[in-house]
């Protein structure tokens, strides 16, 4: 899908079929189909996922759908294609990951690639959403920045972070260390907080902590990048109610910003 690979575990799936433009019927803000006579709502597997759509996205006349979900609640997924059915191992994503949306762990194809399992019925909450609702391809909306807080003692971390994060259109806030980093969230809030763990005043395992523990600020996305990279440390993380740990030393733009995507 839009140049990703993912995987619907077929114990979720009804059925997997190919449908035509002309069979797409336009309900309120909902594209609904037909399929054996049971009408399924209609999404493009791209925008329950939040994944930017390609400028040159649209999809032909046919087009491959997989309809999916848990019990009664099912929606008809639009793709770009189908590729395969085979048996897989199920790996799970970690203590440190164990939140992100629509996603039950990952699994390695073949080819030794790493490949997101579905999580069908948070994929169909996420579907189900009202910004997902409608077209099967997006349209162009103009949306408000998410912002993001960024906690770090180093001007040189900071720095890094914070051009990657305003390069990806989100605006971002700093702080010096965690202290800072609470009175602004307290202040100002934020959609995600991404800190450093050895700061002065407050680390980022307390910062964690007390956005867990205070009024208002406990859903809060917080995204751990540090050189402490130990099972121990690892742990602390899990335990403060970190959403991801991520390593400096092994530290991957890409995968930070795909992170931040999923949580928020």
Known sequence: EWGRQFVFPTANVRRVSRIFRADVEKRENWDRVVLDGRPYGLVRLGLALELQAPEDGETGDAIPVVVAGTGD???????????????????????QLKRVRNTAGVTVLGTGKVVPV????????????????????????????????????????RTLLRNILTSAGYNVLT?????????????????????????????????????????????TPVILVTSMESAEDRERGAEAGADAYIVKSAFDQCALLDVIRRLT
């Open 118 to 157: 579905l999580h069908c019925g948070d994929l169909v909450k996420s579907a189900s959403k009202e910004s997902f609702r409608g077209g099967l391809i997006p349209e162009a909306k103009e949306k408000k920045p998410l912002t993001v807080l960024m906690a770090d003692d180093s001007i040189t971390s």
């Open 73 to 95: 609640s099912c929606l008809a997924f639009a793709v770009d294609r189908v590729a395969d059915e085979q048996e897989v191992i199920l790996k799970s994503l970690g203590e």
């Open 175 to 219: 702080a010096v260390d965690g202290k800072e980093a609470l009175d602004i969230l307290m202040k100002e809030g934020a959609d995600l907080v991404v800190s450093d763990v050895e700061m002065p005043r407050m680390d980022g395992f307390e910062l964690t902590s007390r956005i867990r523990a205070g009024e208002g600020l406990s859903d």
